[in-house]
Nanobody, 119 residues
């Protein structure tokens, strides 16, 4: 059973930094895309950043402030968030597209970690 477990959320002041981590566990063939979504109160879930085997993508709202990175040896994706703003507040979800075998893949989600940016 594949699981994604996030950590690193919390309360931070405007202008501060946080680092989120998401580790994939279980038995699988390969991890393709990994990324981070967030859901602000009353809003739809939106993609913040993703890293595939060939490219990295950021939402315009976080470009220049957030950095996504992966440690493939640890099956872990990170999101370094700097110069944070109150609008960054929300539940952050890890997502991964994982191949259980060479011929099949599925989308997995973590349970989410709350990030609050407030003074």
């Amino acid at each position: 059973q594949v699981q994604l477990v996030e950590s690193g959320g919390g309360l931070v002041q405007p202008g501060g930094s946080l680092r989120l981590s998401c580790a994939a566990s279980g038995s699988f063939y390969r991890i393709n895309d990994m990324g981070w979504y967030r859901q602000a109160p009353g809003m739809q879930r939106e993609l913040v950043a993703s890293e595939s085997l060939v490219e990295t993508w950021y939402a315009d709202a976080v470009k220049g402030r957030f950095t996504i990175s992966r440690d493939n040896a640890k099956n872990t994706v990170y999101l370094q968030m700097n110069s944070m703003k109150p609008d960054d507040t929300g539940v952050y979800y890890c997502h991964a597209n994982i191949q259980s075998t060479y011929y099949s893949d599925e989308h997995y989600w973590g349970k989410g970690t709350l990030v609050t940016v407030s003074s």
